[in-house]
T-cell receptor, first 112, second 113 residues
Framework: ETGVTQSPTHLIKTRGQQVTLRCSSQ?????VSWYQQALGQGPQFIFQ???????GRGNFPPRFSGLQFPNYSSELNVNALELDDSALYLC???????????FGPGTRLTVL | GENVEQHPSTLSVQEGDSAVIKCTYS??????FPWYKQELGKGPQLIID?????GEKKDQRIAVTLNKTAKHFSLHITETQPEDSAVYFC????????????FGTGTSLTVIP
């Protein structure tokens, strides 16, 4: 098991609502990345945070936003939820100087 | 951007046999290639990785090979066991920094006892 934790485990929202997902990085790590994993697909990179700033974004609209806190924990916020946002949201932590990324267990989001 | 293709999508093997999963990538500048194992209800777990300055890396029953010229890399699992059953993903870097990734579409491996 990695030291990356995520909350909540499961979440159900309705279309148009907003959601906040949380991640606690592995001790000593200073980057946090968020991925979206649709059912039966590989994870898709949303964005990465380093030094509390966004550092790289995948092909996701601005309604996906995030924060990184001084203790390296992070939030993913999604506004105006759409049905296609239903997925497993994964957080991964690592070191700025380094390649390895370690994933948390994910948050399963269902949008009705 | 990088494009990662993974084959096969499903693979069934008898316990004790070997399993091979292959991935191709498009960006010749990519220099780090991890493999992840994802069990049902869990996040992906890094099981092995390889950097572009080596052609092969082994860790007990797991090995990864890299062919930079052909831009493909493969995961080899020998002496498979039922606990190896899972979905396996390959990945390649999206940036020079090499810590943001494009993932393959996954291979569902079933090891039949």
């Amino acid at each position: 098991e990695t030291g990356v934790t995520q909350s909540p485990t499961h979440l159900i929202k309705t279309r148009g609502q907003q959601v906040t997902l949380r991640c606690s990085s592995q001790s000593g790590h200073n980057t946090v990345s968020w991925y979206q994993q649709a059912l039966g697909q590989g994870p898709q990179f949303i964005f990465q945070y380093y030094r509390e700033e966004e550092n790289g974004r995948g092909n996701f609209p601005p309604r996906f936003s995030g924060l990184q806190f001084p203790n390296y924990s992070s939030e993913l916020n999604v506004n105006a939820l759409e049905l296609d946002d239903s997925a497993l949201y994964l957080c991964a932590s690592g070191l700025w100087v380094g390649n390895e990324q370690f994933f948390g267990p994910g948050t399963r989001l269902t949008v009705l | 951007g990088e494009n990662v293709e993974q084959h096969p999508s499903t693979l069934s093997v008898q316990e004790g046999d070997s399993a091979v999963i292959k991935c191709t990538y498009s960006d010749s500048a990519s220099n780090y290639f991890p493999w992840y194992k994802q069990e049902l209800g869990k996040g992906p777990q890094l099981i092995i990785d390889i950097r572009s300055n080596v052609g092969e890396k082994k860790d007990q029953r797991i090995a990864v090979t890299l062919n930079k010229t052909a831009k493909h890399f493969s995961l080899h699992i020998t002496e498979t066991q039922p606990e190896d059953s899972a979905v396996y993903f390959c990945a390649a870097p999206a940036t020079i920094a090499g810590n943001q990734f494009y993932f393959g579409t996954g291979t569902s491996l079933t090891v039949i006892p």
